[in-house]
């Protein structure tokens, strides 16, 4: 009676008592809370020593308090509940619940699968394939290949079948792909690569059919590739498929010398005739190989010659070639042959008409063009010495060689496909030294010297032999010219221009040398004259409608293209900078403008690789520029190309045609 007795003046005292009524609906935390609030007070009373129970009441009565309230308060109250409940979990230190996590439960479990597999045990479908009955569990099956998955999933006759024929797949395959379903084991064998890669791509499966893929990727051969390219295609590996292809075209003088090329139907071929990334040295070697082809079954493929011949660029091959062939009874009984090889030799009959003759046959593939080089030239460091290259099947710049010395304003020319360097200026002096770069063995040459120091001077190689034109000795502007001759290894003078010329553009067109803008020490020039090495003389030409300094020249289809530069001397800071360029006809002495380019260039150069001009890099009045754009004459637009890899100002840009 005494204990109820405190436990009724406790609840009086008691700011949260509520009357033990079952009809109020927090009246169980109530009396809970009274009940524990009471036995608290008979501890503390009896004064009973049980310390650490009076620890643990306390946290329930703060526990129970917070309940209570949280019924009526915000999801803050809530979440401050929810703190002092874990709190005083992690008070209770006789808690023993643990996890245990199983290091190498799947593999175990997948194992007692194999071994019910092994024994026939619990299995539930038998897959048939040819005369071969392979049991298998429908829950490893599905687990594994999305194909099995759908099938025994979805509402088809299959799903309740015990027995399933497996249609077009190999047995042997079929039997690996399901071994490989519960042990992730898989043999990959050259013999067996292709029915294994065939039926993963049936059963969707993509770990397979990826390690597959690189097991043929790894195999790729001139004997295979073009085999392993149509299987591919038939497959949808899309991957192995463009890896195959770009195998042949790297390759194809290898591939065309084995049987599979030979037994290739009309429609590959036609594939590989009209792609523009074969890796030949030139058009006649396609066509060689297409007649090749032809030959070895003529009885039923002298009826597609016409059609096939119509993906050669006959107008690149040699007149004497296409004179042949106008005699050769094969093509002379075709009249679509004689048709195309009639274009063809109009093309080179009438060079002056050859922009009206463009098409897809007059556009050299991309191997046959060469590759474009940009040497030294001003960068950020005050003077590149590096090479880059441009492979235009690549798509990429890559730096191939070093010169030996920092060198500025030289000129570059191309003679038996080495890079001749010559003159130019280190810091202030002027040199006349002449340098020789073998691209193949990246080693250097010194040559013979011109006979005078030139910084500033225009190279371009005429019939033969390399003329050095113009530029500075280091005190005054000059006229002179000098041309190597290959023979006596030696420099002679040539008759001298009309006016000292420095940074102009200099290159050769229908048999002369052309001389184009620069600057003569007092301002820019707009004149050009011409050099006709049969009569030892210069002659003017029209001039330009602007001036121009540090301009970059190239001719293209009988027209010579001047490109960028500035309108005033270097000295002079209200230099403007020029994005204009001008288009000269020979046969009318006239200069057109035609589309500018994107940004302004001085001291850009340009260059002609395949059927577009390129201009690379050069000065934008901020920066040197790391950037390139091409001209395509025929749409008359500028199109960005990869850039640079580093800025370069007055770099010299030549084609060189590697064996």
């Known amino acids: 009676s005494g204990w109820k007795e405190r436990c009724r003046c406790t609840a009086g005292n008691s700011g949260f008592r509520s009357a033990m009524c079952p009809n109020k609906p927090f009246g169980a935390l109530d009396n809970l809370l009274l009940i524990l609030s009471c036995t608290k007070h008979h501890i503390m009373q009896r004064r009973c020593g049980y310390r650490n129970s009076l620890i643990i009441l306390d946290s329930l009565l703060t526990t129970f308090f917070f309940l209570t309230i949280s019924f009526f308060l915000s999801p803050f109250t809530i979440a401050l509940h929810r703190l002092i409940l874990s709190t005083f979990s ?30 026939k045990q619990l299995c539930d479908v038998l897959l048939i394939a040819g005369d071969h009955k392979i049991p298998a569990h429908r829950l490893v099956l599905s687990a594994v290949s999305d194909y099995f998955a759908a099938m025994f999933t979805s509402d088809v006759r299959e799903a309740k079948q015990e027995e399933i024929k497996m249609e077009g797949v190999d047995p042997e395959a079929l039997r690996s792909l399901v071994h490989f379903a519960y042990t992730g084991v898989l043999e990959l064998k050259e013999e067996t690569i292709e029915s294994l890669l065939a039926a993963a791509c049936l059963l969707q499966l993509s770990q397979v059919i990826q ?3 690189n097991f043929l990727m790894k195999q ?70 297409l007649m090749m082809w032809v030959r070895y079954d003529v009885q039923h493929r002298q009826q597609d010659l016409g059609v096939l011949l119509a993906y050669i660029r006959l107008p690149l091959l040699p007149p004497q070639l296409l004179a042949d062939l106008e005699n050769n009874k094969m093509f002379s009984d075709d009249l679509e042959c004689q048709k195309l090889l009639m274009e063809a030799m109009k093309y080179h009959l ?14 050299p593939r991309k191997s046959t063009v060469g590759a474009l080089y940009a040497v030294g030239g001003m960068d950020a460091t005050k003077g590149s010495t590096t090479i880059e290259k ?66 500033g001077l225009g190279i371009a190689v005429l019939e033969g032999p390399m003329y050095a034109v113009g530029g500075h000795d280091g005190w005054s502007y000059l006229n002179t010219v000098e041309r190597w001759d290959p023979q006596a290894r030696q420099w002679n003078y040539v008759a001298s221009m009309s006016t000292p010329r420095s940074t102009m553009g200099v290159t050769a067109l229908n048999g002369k040398l052309f001389a184009v803008g620069g600057r003569d020490g007092s301002s820019c020039l707009r004149s050009m004259e011409c050099f006709d090495p049969h009569t030892n003389k210069w002659s003017m030409c029209a001039p330009m409608a602007k001036r121009r300094g540090g301009v970059g020249v190239a001719t293209y289809n009988n027209f010579l293209y001047a490109v960028g530069g500035h309108d005033a001397p270097a000295s002079n800071h209200c230099s403007r900078l020029s994005d204009c360029v001008e288009r000269y006809d020979p046969k009318t002495d006239t200069w057109t403008t035609v589309s500018s380019l994107s940004v302004p260039r001085d001291a850009v150069g340009v260059c002609l690789l395949g059927d577009r001009l390129y201009a690379v890099g050069g000065y934008d009045g901020q920066s040197y520029l790391n950037t390139v754009e091409s001209y395509d004459a025929q749409n008359n637009e500028w199109t960005e190309e990869v850039p640079l890899n580093i800025g370069r100002a007055g770099a010299c840009v030549v084609v060189v045609k590697l064996p």
Request: proline share 5%; glycine share 4%.
């Open 220 to 289: 790729l051969h001139p004997s295979n590739c073009l085999g392993i390219r149509s299987f591919a295609d038939a497959q949808g590996c899309v991957d192995l498929l463009n890896v195959a292809h770009n195998y042949t075209m790297e390759h194809f003088l290898e591939v065309i010398q084995n049987q599979e090329f030979l037994l290739l139907p009309t429609a590959e071929i036609v594939k590989l005739l009209s792609s523009d990334d074969i890796n030949v040295p030139d058009e006649e070697t396609i066509f060689q190989a």
């Open 390 to 455: 441009y492979d235009l099947r690549t798509n990429t710049w890559v730096q191939v060689g070093v010169m030996n010395g920092r060198r500025l304003q030289f000129g570059v020319a191309v003679i038996d496909n080495k890079l001749y360097v010559v003159g130019g200026r280190d810091g202030l002096k002027t040199s006349n030294m002449v340098e020789c770069y073998n691209p193949i063995s990246k080693v250097w040459s010194t040559m013979p010297p011109m006979s005078t120091h030139r910084h």
């Open 350 to 363: 009438l060079p002056e008409r050859r922009p009206m003759f463009q098409s897809p046959r007059t556009k």
């Open 211 to 213: 390690v597959c893929c």
């Open 90 to 119: 992690r008070m209770n230190t006789n808690s023993s619940d643990e996890f245990f996590q199983a290091t190498n439960h799947a593999e175990q479990t997948f194992r007692k699968m194999e071994t019910y597999l092994q024994h």
